[in-house]
Structure formats: C-alpha cells, structure tokens
C-alpha cells in the first residue's frame, strides 16, 4: 500500500504516526490535506536503517559519530534533502528532518515500503497525539477511510510494540565544526545526553 502511494497509521518508538513514503509527492500533498497540516511545515520522517536514510538525505552533513550513537532512535537530524523527496517533506532551505526508528515494527514496515516514510504524529494538527491504538481520534480514522481504499491502521499486536508516549523526537541541526549541532527541538534524547557524547550545542 505504501509503496503505491498510500497513507498509514503506525507506531512508533514515541508515538501513533501517519505516514506514506516520502518521495511520494501526490501522497504527501494528501497527508497534510488529510491533518489539516500548515503549509509549509515538512513533515518529519523516518527510515529503516542507515542505508535507507541516505537515499532520503545527505549523510555526509551528519558527523559519523553521532549517528552511530544515537541511531537507531528518537533523535531527527536536519540535513540536505535529496531530490527524490516531495516538496512536503523539506524546507524552504532544502532540508529534511530524518531519523532512524528503532521501533521494530516501525523500521519492517519502511523497509518493505521500500523508501523512508513520513512519521508525523497520528492527529488532527493541534490535536492531542496517540500513545496507543485506541486513543486514536475516530474523525481521523474515518477521514482516513474517506480519503483512499489505500489507506489503513496497523496497530501494535503485543505490549513491547506500543510506542513509549512521552516526549517526540529530539531534532538538531549539524553545524559545521564537525561536533558543533544546534538544537531546533528537545525531546527523548536530552541536551544533557548530547554533551556527554562530545557534543557541543550552539543557539
């Protein structure tokens, strides 16, 4: 369904995200219609694994060693958006905020879509978000239903594949410096963490 272009409800390591490929511009355009998502706000993303993640992203711009620290996981690095990826999921300057799930049933289903997919939360925006499948907002499941035959809900089938709830992703920025990283967002991955694996945060 997502490799067609089609839109899903899924878990992940925070939260319940919607979510379709994100070199699918058609779908992305309907996903933000579908959340009443602001114009111009880009919608997050996720990959299955670092392999996938370079060919939604320049990983070259991320220093190496923060991302074999803190991927797999919660932490979304702003980098150069490559040109397969739908205007919805970069910036006015060109950038994307990825990051590599480390939600098992999350990271299965973008590797078999077979390309990174959106992940924002699962919500009317300005709408509180959904830890577990049956806080889900039923307008947005039917608006969903509405919407396409090719959309759906994959809900977590045992306890470990409920999202954590809590806080988002963390989301920063690498500056140039090599270690240098500017925090856009706190979030699961504390700034304390970040300066204890060597890194310094700049405004």
Not at 123 to 139: I, V, Y
């Amino acid at each position: 369904m997502l490799a067609a272009g089609g839109i899903v409800i899924f878990p992940t390591e925070t939260l319940y995200a919607i979510g379709c490929r994100a070199d699918k511009a058609p779908a992305c355009t309907r996903l933000c219609a579908l959340k009443g998502r602001p114009h111009g706000s880009p919608l997050p993303l996720l990959a299955a694994d670092v392999v996938q993640a370079a060919t939604a992203v320049r990983l070259d711009a991320a220093p190496a060693a923060l991302v074999e620290r803190f991927w797999p996981g919660p932490l979304s690095l702003l980098l150069p958006a490559l040109p397969a990826l739908a205007p919805e999921a970069r910036n006015a300057e060109g950038l994307a905020a990825l990051r590599v799930t480390s939600h098992p049933l999350a990271a299965k289903l973008a590797a078999l879509a077979g390309g990174a997919l959106t992940a924002s939360s699962a919500n009317f925006s300005g709408a509180a978000p959904a830890a577990h499948a049956d806080e889900l907002d039923p307008a947005l499941l039917a608006a969903l239903a509405r919407e396409s035959k090719d959309t759906g809900l994959l809900a977590a089938r045992f306890p470990e594949e409920e999202p954590r709830g809590g806080l988002p992703s963390t989301l920063v920025q690498p500056l140039s410096g090599g270690r240098a990283l500017r925090l856009l967002r706190a979030g699961s991955v504390s700034a304390e963490a970040l300066k204890t694996a060597g890194f310094r945060l700049e405004a």
